[in-house]
């Protein structure tokens, strides 16, 4: 079992930047993939960005790649997620997601993903 919180979201203006952070707890963290997903209301959660577990690979939606970085640190249990340069269309609640994986795998599907966090409101006014 891993346990997932994010925290980090919060209302800001359009060209700003925000981190997301993912506390993970329970499990092995290494052993796992990291994924964050996104949820706009009326709309279906879609994919951000993933990451393997050792950190040599990563991947995003076309929506964000250039603007949004994800990493992690082993030590700290955490995943992140850098937001720079906003904009309106990346409101939505923000999910962390991970993924167990023995391999330098990563995961663009929700399915892929075994647990979730209960999300983090992110706000970008125009």
């Known amino acids: 079992q891993v346990q997932l919180v994010e925290s980090g979201g919060g209302l800001v203006q359009a060209g700003d930047s925000l981190k997301l952070s993912c506390a993970a707890s329970g499990r092995a963290f290494h052993s796992h993939a990291m994924g964050w997903f996104r949820q706009a209301p009326g709309k279906e959660r879609e994919f951000v960005a993933t990451?393997?577990?050792?950190?040599?690979?990563?991947g995003y939606a076309d929506s964000v790649k250039g603007r949004f970085t994800i990493s992690r640190d082993h030590p700290k249990n955490s995943v992140y997620l850098q937001m720079d340069n906003l904009k309106s269309e990346d409101t939505a609640v923000y999910y962390c997601?991970?993924?167990?994986?023995?391999?330098?795998?990563?995961?663009?599907?929700?399915?892929?993903?075994?647990?979730w966090g209960q999300g983090t409101q992110v706000t970008v006014s125009s």
């Open positions: 990451i393997s577990w050792n950190g040599g690979s990563t």
């Open positions: 997601a991970a993924a167990l994986s023995y391999e330098s795998r990563i995961y663009y599907h929700a399915h892929e993903y075994t647990y």
